[in-house]
């Protein structure tokens, strides 16, 4: 009873205010911005940040400067891989979900053994391996078509599937139920805690370290992977660095949710706040005529801020 | 008159009582040793005098003016030099800028290198010779032996050219030649007319360099004494004060006569070498001696946590080779550490997290399911006595002791074979520290081997069944029986390695 209290603490309590509140802006700024198409639409625009989010959120909480950067990398790669492999038949649709699973899971992989075995920064290691995927992008564009989504797969994303919401969000629900259980039930989960927390004291209680941290990165690959497939089938086809756009938001829905940068606190719950909350602001935006770059700087300008109010308690390289 | 005339000093840090009622007088010539056992009170009262701690009661005359030390600089300003035991060079700086650094020649704003370079050569010079292979002037601090940078400290206390000078046991990491060319500087200072603090836990060196000793025990000044009048069973006396009658302490010695549980020989690795001993089922064994001489090192590298070169270990004779706390945990082996803070709690999570590591691992566990893991922690940690309202509550909102008590109730869901216990009370309250001793008894009683070090000697003496004493990283005398007295264990522990 006391954990399920603490979970709806602070953060999430903050983020679904901030929703609330934005809702009513947005519908003042533009008359419709709340309708309940609309809302479905943020909903499911809300639910692909969060499944970035949530392997974000799991290589965070692992600890030791945990981030991976390199997340808009993998979801441009997996939605061109899906697109080349479906082709706009729903036969391909399982060959693509295993295929940018794996691709997903192998870039996960080698930045997590970049990052325990070689001992290279997450910060660095990822931006290293996005740097890496960006220059293969663009190879892979010069060469072969960027492909279609499967019918199958736009009706799973955009059109309604269960009580009037489309599969997505039934996915992004599921994925949630499945890291609170895997987070608090597991223990797997309480090892991720413990090495976000301490490190050496884990160690010195048999957690595998090294292990569940390179688990965590795959596992963050394997997220942004599922949501460059669901992107594909949200636009239709794959278009030059589609992922871009999520490096940056997948980290502060986690901040914004609750999770500590420093690692060890914190849980998906809050991250889900924290996407739909950000989504609803990029909407408001969009409305009122700021393009891209300025979402850019708004947003650069929120995690500094979130920094300040959430990471005043315990420096992050603590 | 004394040029140092320190009476009555008291300093207390909350509850703890670190110096009750510190003496000194000290003459301009000599060289007066401080000598005390583990927490008796030296080194306060050296930062006392070096202006870093500010006592709580008590005079302090220099020259026979009182003085009071607002700081380290003022302490300077007096001309009073002190060499730390915990070495405050950095690092990254060479050795003639650390030389130099209480006190930069400078040139308008900018360093003065050549000044800085020349009176840095002056100190080097003295120790010409013995400095050892990559010592030179320009080389930074951190690619330096642990000897080369105490003579650095050694230097940089040298360039104060202070007139009281404090040496907070400076020879620790230096070898027989370095301490003789220390040794003789030192007795140049002294027909100088310094007077010199020297703090050692070797007899020899007492001996050879002192002329006046005074001993602390349990933070008060015992007595001085002129060297040349005493000698060193006079001085363990001392610091051992009144002993309690044996029969109290060897209450415990069962004579544990169970197979062996743990047996090493021939082991070496960083810090200890060629360390051979047996643990039967049933017994404590008590590591004892001054601090840092191998005692955790062992405990650590025997769990998998430090750097084993060489030797066997079995575990109830089957051979077993530690390289990892994940595999020493499968083999059965369990260890506490006293720095709960880095190897023990993991902060801010709930108690129950904090008890079940240990359980997942040695069960393979998959799943934690709070209620059946609460069934299975409550057992351990009463056993303990722990005080707590909820297992869901965070460790942090525990006492130090209690902290305590829940990082070794992990260790009892599934009983090890062996127990190391690295001095398991470090920093917690005494209620706490008898309820973890009455455990441990229980478990050996029940056949558990344990393996304890203690830097407290009363906990040591009155837990341990037999006791070895370490000694520059090799076991020096065994204890056993009557045997297990504080004079032995003083004289074992401070006579030269």
């Given at each position: 009873m006391t954990r399920l209290v603490d979970t709806l603490k602070t953060p999430i309590i903050v983020a679904l205010a901030l929703i609330f509140l934005l809702l009513i802006v947005g519908e003042m700024l533009s008359p419709g911005f709340a309708s309940p198409t609309q809302i479905m639409r943020l909903l499911i625009v809300a639910a692909l940040l969060g499944i970035v989010a949530a392997g974000q959120n799991l290589v965070i909480l692992g600890g030791r400067e945990g981030i991976d950067l390199s997340v808009g990398g993998v979801v441009s790669l997996s939605a061109i891989i899906a697109g080349n492999l479906m082709n706009g038949q729903d036969a391909g649709i399982p060959l693509a979900i295993l295929g940018c699973v794996a691709t997903g899971a192998l870039i996960g992989l080698i930045n997590g053994v970049g990052v325990t075995l070689m001992r290279i920064p997450p910060l660095v290691m990822t931006l290293g391996m996005l740097g890496v995927l960006q220059g293969l992008l663009v190879v892979i564009r010069q060469g072969i078509p960027s492909g279609r989504a499967a019918p199958g797969l736009s009706q799973f994303v955009t059109q309604p599937f269960l009580l009037g919401l489309p599969g997505i969000i039934w996915l992004w629900v599921l994925i949630g139920l499945f890291l609170a259980f895997l987070l608090s039930r597991t223990v797997y989960g309480h090892r991720i805690y413990a090495i976000g927390s301490n490190e050496q004291a884990a160690r010195m209680a048999g957690v595998p370290v090294a292990a569940i941290r390179i688990s965590l990165f795959a596992l963050s690959g394997v997220f942004a992977a599922i949501a460059g497939i669901c992107l594909i089938g949200y636009s239709g086809s794959s278009f030059a660095n589609v992922g871009e756009q999520y490096m940056l938001p997948s980290i502060i829905a986690v901040v914004f949710g609750g999770t500590s940068l420093a690692g060890g606190k914190g849980g998906y719950t809050g991250t889900m706040a924290g996407a739909m909350m950000l989504t609803v602001l990029q909407g408001i935006l969009t409305t009122v005529n700021i393009d891209e770059s300025g979402r850019q700087m708004i947003f650069g300008a929120t995690l500094l801020l979130l920094m300040l109010f959430y990471g005043r308690g315990k420096a992050m390289r603590a | 008159?004394?040029?140092?005339?320190?009476?009555?000093?008291?300093?207390?840090?909350?509850?703890?009582?670190?110096?009750?009622?510190?003496?000194?007088?000290?003459?301009?010539?000599?060289?007066?040793?401080?000598?005390?056992?583990?927490?008796?009170?030296?080194?306060?009262?050296?930062?006392?005098?070096?202006?870093?701690?500010?006592?709580?009661?008590?005079?302090?005359?220099?020259?026979?003016?009182?003085?009071?030390?607002?700081?380290?600089?003022?302490?300077?300003?007096?001309?009073?030099?002190?060499?730390?035991?915990?070495?405050?060079?950095?690092?990254?700086?060479?050795?003639?800028?650390?030389?130099?650094?209480?006190?930069?020649?400078?040139?308008?704003?900018?360093?003065?290198?050549?000044?800085?370079?020349?009176?840095?050569?002056?100190?080097?010079?003295?120790?010409?010779?013995?400095?050892?292979?990559?010592?030179?002037?320009?080389?930074?601090?951190?690619?330096?032996?642990?000897?080369?940078?105490?003579?650095?400290?050694?230097?940089?206390?040298?360039?104060?050219?202070?007139?009281?000078?404090?040496?907070?046991?400076?020879?620790?990491?230096?070898?027989?030649?370095?301490?003789?060319?220390?040794?003789?500087?030192?007795?140049?200072?002294?027909?100088?007319?310094?007077?010199?603090?020297?703090?050692?836990?070797?007899?020899?060196?007492?001996?050879?360099?002192?002329?006046?000793?005074?001993?602390?025990?349990?933070?008060?000044?015992?007595?001085?004494?002129?060297?040349?009048?005493?000698?060193?069973?006079?001085?363990?006396?001392?610091?051992?004060?009144?002993?309690?009658?044996?029969?109290?302490?060897?209450?415990?010695?069962?004579?544990?006569?169970?197979?062996?549980?743990?047996?090493?020989?021939?082991?070496?690795?960083?810090?200890?070498?060629?360390?051979?001993?047996?643990?039967?089922?049933?017994?404590?064994?008590?590591?004892?001696?001054?601090?840092?001489?191998?005692?955790?090192?062992?405990?650590?590298?025997?769990?998998?946590?430090?750097?084993?070169?060489?030797?066997?270990?079995?575990?109830?004779?089957?051979?077993?080779?530690?390289?990892?706390?994940?595999?020493?945990?499968?083999?059965?082996?369990?260890?506490?550490?006293?720095?709960?803070?880095?190897?023990?709690?993991?902060?801010?999570?709930?108690?129950?997290?904090?008890?079940?590591?240990?359980?997942?691992?040695?069960?393979?566990?998959?799943?934690?399911?709070p209620a059946s893991l609460k069934r299975k922690a409550t057992p351990a940690v009463e056993a303990l006595k722990t005080k707590f309202a909820s297992f869901a509550h965070p460790i942090g909102s525990l006492s130090g002791g209690n902290q305590q008590k829940i990082v070794i109730a992990r260790w009892l869901i599934d009983r090890p074979k062996v127990l190391l216990l690295d001095d398991p009370t470090k920093g917690i309250d005494l209620s706490a520290k008898a309820d973890l001793f009455a455990l441990v008894r229980t478990l050996a009683a029940e056949g558990m081997a344990i393996v304890l070090y203690s830097s407290e000697d009363a906990e040591l003496l009155s837990n341990s069944d037999r006791i070895l004493v370490f000694n520059g990283g090799r076991i020096t005398r065994e204890l056993t029986g009557a045997e297990r007295t504080r004079f032995n264990l003083y004289e074992a522990a401070y006579e030269a390695a």
């Open positions: - | 008159m004394a040029k140092l005339k320190i009476s009555g000093v008291s300093k207390a840090y909350g509850a703890t009582v670190a110096l009750s009622r510190g003496d000194l007088e000290l003459q301009a010539g000599e060289v007066h040793v401080l000598i005390g056992s583990n927490g008796s009170g030296k080194s306060t009262l050296c930062k006392i005098v070096a202006g870093s701690v500010r006592p709580d009661k008590g005079e302090v005359l220099l020259d026979g003016k009182p003085v009071t030390m607002s700081g380290p600089r003022a302490s300077k300003a007096l001309g009073i030099g002190i060499f730390y035991q915990e070495l405050s060079l950095a690092a990254r700086r060479t050795v003639e800028e650390n030389i130099c650094l209480p006190d930069l020649p400078m040139k308008g704003p900018f360093v003065d290198r050549k000044t800085l370079s020349e009176r840095a050569a002056r100190y080097i010079a003295l120790f010409d010779g013995v400095t050892g292979e990559g010592f030179s002037p320009d080389a930074t601090v951190d690619i330096l032996r642990a000897d080369q940078r105490q003579l650095v400290e050694i230097m940089k206390t040298l360039a104060s050219e202070a007139s009281i000078l404090i040496f907070d046991e400076p020879t620790s990491a230096l070898d027989r030649a370095q301490v003789d060319r220390f040794f003789q500087i030192l007795t140049r200072l002294k027909q100088e007319g310094r007077a010199i603090v020297f703090i050692s836990h070797r007899m020899d060196e007492i001996f050879s360099i002192g002329d006046q000793v005074t001993v602390l025990r349990d933070g008060a000044t015992i007595g001085t004494s002129r060297i040349a009048d005493t000698n060193a069973q006079e001085i363990v006396r001392m610091m051992v004060g009144e002993e309690p009658a044996i029969a109290a302490q060897a209450q415990t010695s069962s004579a544990a006569s169970g197979p062996v549980a743990l047996r090493l020989a021939n082991l070496s690795g960083a810090g200890f070498s060629d360390i051979g001993f047996e643990v039967r089922q049933g017994e404590i064994l008590g590591l004892g001696g001054l601090h840092g001489q191998g005692q955790s090192s062992v405990l650590r590298a025997l769990f998998g946590a430090g750097a084993v070169t060489s030797g066997d270990v079995s575990l109830e004779g089957a051979s077993y080779r530690p390289h990892d706390p994940r595999a020493a945990i499968r083999a059965g082996l369990a260890y506490v550490s006293g720095d709960r803070g880095r190897d023990g709690v993991i902060q801010g999570r709930p108690i129950l997290e904090n008890v079940t590591p240990i359980h997942f691992l040695r069960n393979r566990l998959r799943l934690a399911s």
